[in-house]
Protein backbone atom coordinates (compact mmCIF):
# COMPACT_ATOMS: atom_id res chain seq x y z
CA UNK A 1 0.00 0.00 0.00
CA UNK A 2 0.74 3.35 -0.56
CA UNK A 3 -0.34 6.24 0.59
CA UNK A 4 0.13 9.89 -0.79
CA UNK A 5 -0.49 13.45 0.76
CA UNK A 6 -0.54 16.50 -1.46
CA UNK A 7 -0.62 20.19 -0.12
CA UNK A 8 -0.37 23.61 -1.78
CA UNK A 9 -3.51 24.13 -3.80
CA UNK A 10 -5.51 27.48 -3.26
CA UNK A 11 -6.91 30.64 -4.59
CA UNK A 12 -4.47 32.57 -6.36
CA UNK A 13 -4.64 35.58 -9.05
CA UNK A 14 -4.10 35.81 -12.51
CA UNK A 15 0.00 36.42 -12.49
CA UNK A 16 0.35 34.57 -9.09
CA UNK A 17 2.40 31.80 -7.99
CA UNK A 18 1.97 28.53 -6.23
CA UNK A 19 3.82 25.03 -5.14
CA UNK A 20 2.40 21.94 -4.88
CA UNK A 21 3.46 18.95 -2.75
CA UNK A 22 3.01 15.61 -2.97
CA UNK A 23 4.61 12.81 -0.40
CA UNK A 24 4.28 8.84 -0.85
CA UNK A 25 4.71 7.09 2.06
CA UNK A 26 4.37 3.02 2.69
CA UNK A 27 5.74 0.10 1.89
CA UNK A 28 7.82 1.81 -1.13
CA UNK A 29 10.63 -0.25 -2.26
CA UNK A 30 11.46 2.25 -4.59
CA UNK A 31 9.69 5.00 -6.86
CA UNK A 32 9.99 5.27 -10.60
CA UNK A 33 7.83 8.29 -12.48
CA UNK A 34 6.46 10.76 -10.41
CA UNK A 35 3.74 13.12 -11.76
CA UNK A 36 0.85 15.69 -11.57
CA UNK A 37 -2.25 15.62 -13.26
CA UNK A 38 -4.73 17.95 -13.77
CA UNK A 39 -9.20 17.86 -14.14
CA UNK A 40 -11.16 21.09 -15.19
CA UNK A 41 -14.76 20.89 -14.81
CA UNK A 42 -16.03 19.12 -17.90
CA UNK A 43 -12.92 17.77 -19.26
CA UNK A 44 -11.06 14.77 -19.09
CA UNK A 45 -7.71 14.60 -16.82
CA UNK A 46 -4.50 15.22 -18.63
CA UNK A 47 -0.69 15.15 -17.90
CA UNK A 48 0.41 18.49 -16.59
CA UNK A 49 4.24 17.52 -15.90
CA UNK A 50 6.30 14.19 -15.02
CA UNK A 51 9.76 13.06 -13.77
CA UNK A 52 11.37 10.02 -14.03
CA UNK A 53 13.35 8.50 -11.47
CA UNK A 54 16.83 9.65 -13.19
CA UNK A 55 15.44 13.62 -13.54
CA UNK A 56 14.16 13.38 -16.74
CA UNK A 57 10.87 15.81 -16.89
CA UNK A 58 8.56 16.38 -19.65
CA UNK A 59 5.47 19.02 -19.73
CA UNK A 60 2.12 19.99 -21.29
CA UNK A 61 2.58 22.46 -23.39
CA UNK A 62 0.16 24.64 -22.32
CA UNK A 63 2.58 24.68 -18.90
CA UNK A 64 6.28 24.81 -20.48
CA UNK A 65 7.86 27.44 -18.85
CA UNK A 66 5.72 28.57 -16.44
CA UNK A 67 5.99 25.03 -14.38
CA UNK A 68 8.38 23.29 -12.59
CA UNK A 69 8.15 19.59 -11.67
CA UNK A 70 11.06 18.33 -9.31
CA UNK A 71 11.65 15.50 -6.57
CA UNK A 72 13.27 14.92 -3.24
CA UNK A 73 13.38 11.22 -3.06
CA UNK A 74 15.02 11.02 -0.09
CA UNK A 75 11.61 12.41 1.21
CA UNK A 76 9.77 10.60 -1.52
CA UNK A 77 8.47 13.94 -2.59
CA UNK A 78 7.35 15.91 -5.75
CA UNK A 79 6.96 19.25 -5.99
CA UNK A 80 5.26 21.42 -8.36
CA UNK A 81 5.80 25.30 -8.52
CA UNK A 82 3.50 26.82 -10.59
CA UNK A 83 4.17 30.84 -11.92
CA UNK A 84 2.43 33.25 -14.01
CA UNK A 85 -0.82 31.42 -13.51
CA UNK A 86 -3.66 31.75 -15.76
CA UNK A 87 -7.33 31.22 -15.57
CA UNK A 88 -7.04 28.03 -17.48
CA UNK A 89 -4.86 26.06 -15.17
CA UNK A 90 -7.75 26.37 -12.79
CA UNK A 91 -8.33 22.28 -11.76
CA UNK A 92 -7.97 19.84 -9.47
CA UNK A 93 -4.51 18.67 -9.83
CA UNK A 94 -3.58 15.00 -8.79
CA UNK A 95 -0.40 13.57 -7.83
CA UNK A 96 0.54 10.02 -9.41
CA UNK A 97 2.91 7.69 -9.00
CA UNK A 98 4.66 4.64 -9.85
CA UNK A 99 6.12 2.74 -7.43
CA UNK A 100 7.65 -0.65 -6.39
CA UNK A 101 6.45 -1.89 -3.34
CA UNK A 102 6.13 -4.84 -0.78
CA UNK A 103 8.12 -7.73 -0.51
CA UNK A 104 6.76 -8.85 -3.67
CA UNK A 105 7.87 -6.04 -5.36
CA UNK A 106 4.93 -4.95 -7.32
CA UNK A 107 4.93 -2.48 -9.45
CA UNK A 108 2.36 0.47 -8.22
CA UNK A 109 0.18 2.97 -9.44
CA UNK A 110 -0.99 5.58 -7.25
CA UNK A 111 -3.09 8.49 -7.02
CA UNK A 112 -3.68 11.27 -4.98
CA UNK A 113 -7.20 12.54 -3.65
CA UNK A 114 -6.75 15.73 -5.32
CA UNK A 115 -5.91 19.43 -4.62
CA UNK A 116 -8.10 21.93 -5.81
CA UNK A 117 -6.20 25.16 -7.42
CA UNK A 118 -8.61 28.01 -8.43
CA UNK A 119 -7.09 31.26 -10.18
CA UNK A 120 -9.07 33.75 -10.52
CA UNK A 121 -9.23 37.60 -9.74
Known amino acids: QVQLVESGGGLVQPGGSLRLSCAAS????????MGWYRQAPGKERELVARISSSGDTNYADSVKDRFTISRDNAKSTVLLQMFSLKPEDTAVYYC???????????????WGQGTLVTVSS
Open 26 to 33: GDIVSINA
Open 96 to 110: NIMAVVGPERWLLET
